[in-house]
């Protein structure tokens, strides 16, 4: 069922082979069109994330049936319905997490997987909440089990998903201790909400956690380094700490004493999102409907915001991504 006339054709940004933010390019390819339980969205705006620059190096391919095209998160509204699961959405303004194709004038979504837009939220932050939160409130507090009272070490505090996890520890009454990368960016996530902010080019983040917390350690460390990070954290987990991986951008290896982990009763966990099914996703949001958005309506809860690049911008978006200087959210407008 279509709500009004949809061109044939739409700007997306793909890419012919992988390689580095020049090889992004705006070309034109056929508007999607809604199937069975999804919707049509004509974007507004796209968040950039992490994944799709891992994705255009080769190293990220999507999931059997995803869109090619990059782009996790969007906001916009809704244009055409593929069923009558996604009638009620028609003419609403929403943001959604997708599997792909996000960096375009049109694209496909869940019905199941959307969000509304409250008033006082701008399309432009709606379009940066999406895989930042479903990410951190599954691997934080489904994952991680965590509660109020407790502290957890969050690394890359002023990326999008540090900040998001600074904000929500807090919103839940947890102190949340980061690393990043100088003393700028340390001053950044205190304004954030961070409790304490180690400069991990400056100090060893082990001894500064220890510090911190008078030698108990944290109940979670959220971790998207991996590699020799993950012996360093798990120095810094108190017993029956909890350790999330979500990224492995320090390298996917790690030695680790297991004698340590059964000794202090430690749980080593970790997830993607992206690959998961519908119907996991769609639980999620209903989650996140329930627990999380009454503080985006309210006002309690919005993402720390870096730059907007145009569409046809996206090459310089993810060159902005690579150089590790953004703070917060980098979104792409498409309309």
Known sequence: ???????AEMTA????????????????IAVPVAGLGQVVIKVAFAGVNRP?????????????????????????????????AGTQLV?????????????????????????PVPGGLSLAEAAAIPETLFTVWHNVFERGYARDGET?????GTSGIGSMAIM????????VIVTCGGPDKCARALEIGAAHAIDYKADDFVAEVARITGGKGVHLVLDMVAGDYVARNLKCLGDDGRHITIAVQGGVRAEIN?????????????????????????????EIAQNVWPLVEDGALRPVMDRTFPLEQAAAAHTRMEAGDHIGKIVLEAG
């Open 1 to 7: 069922m279509t709500a009004q006339v949809i061109p």
């Open 13 to 28: 940004i793909s890419f012919a082979a992988p390689g580095g933010p020049e090889v992004l390019v705006p070309t034109r």
């Open 52 to 84: 799709d620059v891992i994705q255009r190096q080769g190293f990220y391919p999507p999931p059997p049936g995803a869109s090619p095209i990059p782009g996790l998160e969007i906001s916009g509204t809704v244009v055409a319905c593929g069923d009558a």
């Open 91 to 115: 003419g609403q303004e929403v943001c959604a997490l997708v599997t792909g194709g996000g960096y375009a004038q049109y694209c496909l979504a869940e019905a199941a997987h959307c969000l």
């Open 152 to 156: 957890m070490l969050v690394h890359g």
């Open 168 to 175: 929500l520890g807090k919103l839940f009454e947890m102190e």
């Open 258 to 286: 297991m004698a340590e982990i059964m000794r202090r009763r430690l749980m080593l966990t970790g997830s993607t999102l992206r690959a998961r099914s519908n119907q996991f996703k769609a639980l999620l949001a209903q």
